[in-house]
């Protein structure tokens, strides 16, 4: 059974750019959500996705948006960065969502640096 | 998702069990309590997950009270590897929301 990966593991941005950050689920998961780690702090949920569309958002700007394939990877991009979007990227996969007791299962992690 | 409140900070001595506790009052019925840990600047890892019954995994014990108000993540002989966060998330089983992270519990093993 294949964890959850995600690339890359480092990343360093400037202010104003784009990034695109990616995510492959855990063998026979078919959904990918993604959350935001400042340092010092809990993960926060920024979307999930669920047969290639969203499929519930937390509090994020429409800057953030994401997609997901047909093989269930997903990509999460972030437009016009800013200094305060430097974080740890972390991708969840988990069963269809409405399952009771649905688990999610974390892959290691992008660490972004926004200058 | 119910608010959850832990302590801030734990210790535990090596081998002895660590047990973590956890307050969710406001629990709804079809919420679960979730414990995940991370250690540092990993990705979180699924420890155990409950709704009203006890339950047990190779890594962990999880006590719910009867009322469900609280719960109690017991690791049964801490080792130096165990030093993490642990976050205890109550939510309903499934759904689009993502998990609600607090900022933990950071369970440190002294030797």
């Known amino acids: 059974e294949t964890g959850v990966t995600q690339s890359p593991t480092h990343l360093i941005k400037t202010r104003g750019q784009q990034v695109t950050l990616r995510c492959s689920s855990q063998?026979?998961?078919?959904?990918v959500s993604w959350y935001q780690q400042a340092l010092g702090q809990g993960p926060q949920f920024i979307f999930q996705?669920?047969?290639?569309?969203?499929?519930g958002r937390g509090n994020f700007p429409p800057r953030f948006s994401g997609l997901q394939f047909p093989n269930y990877s997903s990509e999460l991009n972030v437009n016009a960065l800013e200094l305060d979007d430097s974080a740890l990227y972390l991708c969840?996969?988990?069963?269809?969502?409405?399952?009771?007791?649905?688990?999610?299962?974390f892959g290691p992690g992008t660490r972004l640096l926004v200058l | 998702d119910a608010k959850t409140t832990q302590p801030t900070s734990m210790d535990c001595a090596e081998g002895r069990a660590a047990n973590l506790p956890c307050n969710h009052s406001t629990i709804s019925g079809n919420e679960y309590v979730y414990w995940y840990r991370q250690i540092h600047s990993q990705g979180p890892q699924y420890i155990i997950h409950g709704l009203k019954n006890n339950e047990t995994n190779e890594m962990a014990s999880l006590i719910i009270t009867e009322d469900r108000k609280s719960s109690t993540l017991i690791l049964p002989h801490a080792t130096l590897r165990d030093t993490a966060v642990y976050y205890c998330i109550a939510r309903p089983g499934g759904g689009a929301d993502g998990l609600t992270f607090g900022k933990g519990t950071h369970l440190i093993i002294q030797p």
């Open positions: 969840a996969s988990s069963l269809a969502p409405g399952r009771v007791g649905e688990t999610q299962y």
């Open positions: 996705y669920y047969r290639e569309e969203e499929n």
């Open positions: 063998s026979g998961h078919n959904t």
